[in-house]
């Protein structure tokens, strides 16, 4: 098994981070496997998954409480990230929540704090939040979760707008329809994607198609779609609450798909010819 660093793709300030990370969204949540999902989380470190996402909303604070005592004594090797809900996103309340996610943390730092949707609250106080918190140093970088191109164009019209460093959505080769225009829009302006389900929460895996081109590689489903992703730099965060689970997403890294196999792809799960809604789950 390699355990060299994966692959990197940069943000706008030019730091990189990795293009495979960790999901977390339900971990926690289940006290009986709380040891395995800990100890899932270490070893995705250990094989340079340093890119560590969680959410507020996530078990309702219990995913980045599991997730602090996976990374204790670890901190400076993650790249943590994690979110305010919509609800909490005027001025006070980001503050509020962001240091309500550092004590379930047990850090001192968010390395990128995004907000999870849109909601009702002006972007400009959100906003101002995230300058508070930057100048405090309690985050380094600030992004989204879930705008579609309308909001990318507002959010970026506002003050500090211009200082988004990531837009995090739902893709994977069952939800193409940013590649129409969201993700071309977001590369013009070098502001990274980052695909969360990228396998679809396991829905992909009795696709056909997938398990014939899995077989070819001596791959699994899985790490077909996973690797069909990151082929196209769009860094990627699979959750795995298991040892072999992570291993198996660590080895999608590797995977090199041909054009044939692509083009099978391709047929099986058409790209976008029009604008397509952004979807969510």
Known sequence: ?????????????????????????????????????????????????TLVDTAEMYGSGASEELVGEAIAGRRDEVFLVSKVLPGHADLRGTVAACEGSLRRLDTDRLDLYLLHWRGSI?????????????????????????????????????????GVALNQVLYN???????????????RRGVPVMAYSPIEQGRLLGSDVLRDIARSHGAT??????????????????????????????????????????????RAFPPPTEPVPLEVL
């Open 122 to 162: 002006p972007l400009v106080e959100t906003l101002e939040a995230f300058a508070v918190l930057v100048e405090a140093g309690k985050i380094r970088y600030w992004g989204v979760s879930n705008f579609d191109v309308s909001d990318m164009t507002e959010l970026v019209s506002l003050p500090g707008g211009e």
């Open 221 to 266: 489903p899985a790490q077909v779609a996973l690797a069909w992703v990151l082929r196209q730099s769009v860094p990627a965060i699979p959750r795995a609450g298991r040892a072999e689970h992570v291993r198996e997403n660590r080895d999608a890294l590797d995977l090199e798909l041909t054009p044939k196999d692509l083009a099978e792809l391709d």
């Open 173 to 187: 080769l069952t939800r193409r329809g940013i590649e129409y225009d969201l993700l071309p829009w977001c590369r």
């Open 1 to 49: 098994m390699p355990t060299d660093a994966p692959d990197t793709v940069p943000l706008p300030s030019g730091e990189r981070i990795p293009l495979l990370g960790q999901g977390t969204w339900y971990l926690g949540e289940d006290p009986r496997r709380r040891a395995e999902e800990i100890a899932a989380l270490r070893l995705g470190l250990d094989l340079g998954m």
